[in-house]
């Protein structure tokens, strides 16, 4: 999805706001759930191990 999010943005620089694209559906979804799945276990992970460094 970030493939497409730098098109639409390079488009969007080109046209200007002639140009206008928007995508969904389950891929879409998919690929915002899993960034966000990966940003969340990441941080709960790095509290894990301060916490366990503390105590």
Do not use: C, P, W
């Not at 389950?26 to 460094?53: E, P």
């Amino acid at each position: 999805m970030q493939g497409l999010d730098t098109i639409l943005a390079e488009l969007k620089q080109e046209r200007g706001s002639k140009v206008g694209a928007e995508y969904f559906g389950a891929a879409a979804v998919y690929a915002g759930n899993s960034v966000q799945i990966r940003k969340d276990t990441i941080f709960t992970q790095g509290i894990t191990i301060v916490f366990l460094i503390l105590f």
